[in-house]
């Protein structure tokens, strides 16, 4: 290479001005290519933890539905429990209240452990659409670095070949 007395700088080859500029513009392409990838990340991981939003909002809407179909068997248990000990002439003495209450409390309790494993069920998928969003923003935010760094190497080998 010499020098361009009229241009006042240095006359670079053909072929190393094509390197250069394929290299930046394969580099460019690269980084365009991560920017996107980074934007599918995101979207992808959105979508996601809406989908397990929306499991756990059905999971909650099943809790109060089992909740309501719950208590009116219960009641209907209770009554048929009642009418036995009446239609056996029992007298409402201490051993029919405590076989009724022995039977509303183990109702009960069915009726609330189904709550607590659907209300436990819920919050495993709200904690896990909360994660996966985090975890999508974390992948995004490295394929973006990513592209940049391409970005950056092509433009520095870009310059290195222009400054042989």
Do not use: C, H
């Not at 361009?4 to 394929?22: H, R, S």
């Not at 909650?60 to 309501?68: A, F, G, K, Q």
């Not at 209770?78 to 009446?86: F, H, I, P, T, Y």
Request: hydrophobic share 40%; charged share 25%; net charge neutral.
């Amino acid at each position: 290479m010499g020098q361009n007395p009229e241009m006042g700088f240095e006359q670079i080859a053909i072929g190393d001005a094509l390197l250069a500029g394929t290299k930046l513009a394969g580099s460019a392409m690269a980084s365009q290519a991560g920017r996107q990838s980074a934007r599918a990340t995101e979207q992808a991981g959105e979508y996601n933890a809406a989908m397990l939003e929306r499991k756990a909002a059905s999971t909650l809407d099943e809790m109060r539905e089992n909740n309501v179909r719950g208590r009116k068997n219960a009641r209907q248990t209770m009554g048929n429990v009642r009418l036995e000990s009446a239609g056996a002439n029992l007298i409402s003495d201490g051993s029919v209240a405590l076989r009724e209450q022995s039977v509303a409390d183990r109702l009960e309790a069915e009726i609330l452990d189904q709550e607590r494993k659907l209300l436990m069920e819920a919050d495993d998928l709200n904690s896990n659409a909360k994660m996966t969003r985090w975890e999508s923003k974390v992948r995004a935010n490295t394929q973006r670095m990513g592209a940049k760094g391409t970005l950056l190497s092509g433009f520095g080998d870009s310059m290195s070949i222009l400054s042989k």
